[in-house]
């Protein structure tokens, strides 16, 4: 363990129609030694159905495991973040993906203040966080006013790579590809699906897939690396082998982690915390050769 050190409580947007909303963010640094080139970040948003949920939280299953996702990635010499956005009860989509936006442009436009580097700027999110961690790397680029920048709001969103922790990728299948014994299912009537996009799902399909990551799958994506229990009872893993499936097809570089077994939060029938540490030891990974790669001159 490093002498890394967390700042907490930075506030990198107001929202609201007064901006009395405040949207903070912790920011994990590594240690530093002296002359340290500037450091690739990790920005994680966290799960909770879009309802609940803090930053700083991997739900309460996992930070019960005591898994130290941030600290590791911090051992790792990475930058995190983990942000703030609004829960489905104070806006409905896109507002979510306008505060996840907001608060990768924070962090880039104050790179040189935590020595960042801001070309290795990357998204991670669990659950609901995965779903918006997705979009931030796949609207960087999108058309749609919905999907841009907040106006007035300086910097660039886009981050070059992705990691998705079960997420949800497809609400219009998303009903359809339930488990048998699902917990919780997206057309049951005040999901969680629902409430984020203020419809019933059936009745606005294009609402729904306007909020799909896999609407927005392209060959402009950053690598993604998606990762999903194989018996997760609330979010299907038909989502990740779907969108996997959709940036693949077009061109785009992705990896698929599928854990035999594991519901949601990697919980295992014995308990244990093998699928949790599995996923982050693949997920540092793949931080770390994406962080490589990029540090690497071309010949």
């Excluded at 580097?117 to 796949?138: C, E, F, K, M, N």
């Excluded at 660039?156 to 488990?179: F, G, I, K």
């Amino acid at each position: 363990m490093t002498d890394a050190h967390v700042l907490s409580g930075i506030e990198f947007a107001r929202t609201g129609g007064d901006g009395s909303r405040p949207l903070l963010l912790d920011l994990y640094l590594p240690a530093s030694g002296n002359g340290a080139a500037p450091r690739p970040a990790v920005v994680h948003f966290h799960g909770g159905g879009w309802r609940v949920g803090e930053r700083s939280s991997l739900g309460p299953v996992l930070d019960g495991f005591g898994l130290s996702a941030f600290e590791k990635l911090t051992d790792a010499g990475f930058v995190v973040a983990s942000a703030d956005y609004r829960l489905s009860h104070e806006a409905v989509f896109p507002a979510q993906l306008h505060d996840a936006k907001a608060a990768v442009r924070w962090l880039r436009n104050h790179a040189a203040d935590y020595n960042v580097d801001p070309a290795r700027i990357y998204a991670w999110g669990d659950s609901a966080g995965g779903h918006l961690a997705s979009l931030v790397g796949l609207t960087a680029n999108a058309g749609s006013p919905d999907f841009a920048d907040v106006a007035g709001a300086g910097g660039d969103a886009a981050v070059a790579a992705v990691a998705a922790w079960y997420p949800p990728t497809d609400l219009v299948r998303m009903a359809e590809q339930s488990l048998p014994g699902a917990v919780a299912r997206a057309d049951d009537p005040g999901s969680r699906e629902e409430l984020l996009i203020g419809a019933v799902l059936a009745d606005e399909p294009a609402k729904a897939a306007a909020a799909s990551p896999i609407s927005h799958a392209s060959r402009s994506a950053p690598p993604f690396f998606l990762a999903h229990g194989t018996a997760d009872r609330f979010v299907p893993p038909a989502q990740s082998e779907s969108l996997a499936a959709a940036l693949e097809g077009a061109g785009s570089a992705v990896e698929l982690l599928l854990i035999e077994g594991a519901d949601h939060m990697w919980i295992l029938p014995d308990h244990s915390q093998a699928a949790a540490e599995k996923a982050m030891g693949a997920t540092l990974s793949f931080f770390l050769r994406q962080s490589r790669s990029a540090d690497t001159p071309a010949p």
